[in-house]
């Protein structure tokens, strides 16, 4: 199995001093479902911003290493570019349009692949709100009417609509009931296999993203100190105590 992404030796400042990360490599086998893991403030949102060409809106750049897509090194493509390539990017925060009804958060989308309209066959709507079925019943419904669950549930159609071939999404969980945050990541394990999408999460709820994800990272202090098969990881007490914090241990049992 080829890769879809592969980042290596990859060092992030921010300003002219402020290491985000340093030295940090990983790979995203085609169709593959990998879990960035660690505490806030790790660098793992840094990771996603260096892949998806977000840094420089943020005074952030790569100090040293290489990032590739499909084989291509795109460490100095532009973000726009990017997305047109197919690499979706669902940022912390979920960014949907409030006053916009959901089916027109969808059809954002389509500006991102290029396309200069909407028009985007109505299978790729049917596709989304079977994922979603949440997200039919209130299509026409302002997307900032809906709950927390549901929001992230549209930023994940959102990006989909877009006919992703590498999909990322930072901290799906965050903020949501317990219950929520599992159906979304029962959902993008659903995508992953029914379409054999690439998948990169960050994540700190730890249990629920290793229950989904087939191989694991965790960064701390911006720098790589574990990795491996999800159920291995998970096997790994110390490694939510150590590396992740109080609140992510609470979070693995």
Do not use: C, W
């Amino acid at each position: 199995m080829g890769a879809a992404l592969k980042v290596t030796g990859l060092s992030v400042v921010y300003g002219a001093a402020i290491e985000a990360l340093e030295d940090v490599s990983l790979v995203v086998p085609e169709g593959g479902f990998v879990a960035l893991l660690g505490a806030n403030g790790a660098g793992k949102s840094t990771m996603l911003k260096a892949i998806s060409g977000l840094l420089r809106f943020e005074n952030g750049r790569a100090r040293s290493g290489r990032i590739e897509y499909d084989g291509e090194d795109i460490s100095a493509v532009a973000s726009h570019q990017l997305a047109r390539r197919g690499i979706l990017h669902v940022r912390e925060g979920r960014f949907v349009f409030p006053s916009m009804t959901v089916e027109e958060n969808l059809e954002a989308a389509a500006f991102a692949r290029g396309n200069r309209g909407p028009k985007v066959a109505r299978h790729v709507y049917d596709e989304i709100f079977e994922y979603f079925p949440s997200l039919k019943r209130r299509r026409l419904s302002p997307a900032g009417y809906l709950s927390g669950g549901e929001q992230q549930m549209l930023a994940i159609g959102r990006a989909l609509y877009a006919q992703p071939k590498l999909l990322m999404v930072d901290e799906a969980s965050l903020g949501l009931a317990p219950k929520v945050a599992a159906e979304i990541f029962e959902i993008l394990a659903r995508i992953n296999i029914e379409r054999k999408l690439s998948i990169l999460v960050v994540e700190q709820n730890v249990s629920l993203a290793l229950r989904h994800a087939s191989y694991g990272y965790v960064l701390e202090s911006g720098r790589l100190v574990q990795e491996g098969e999800a159920e291995s990881l998970m096997d790994r007490d110390k490694l939510t105590k150590r590396y992740l914090g109080a609140a992510a241990q609470q979070n693995a049992h």
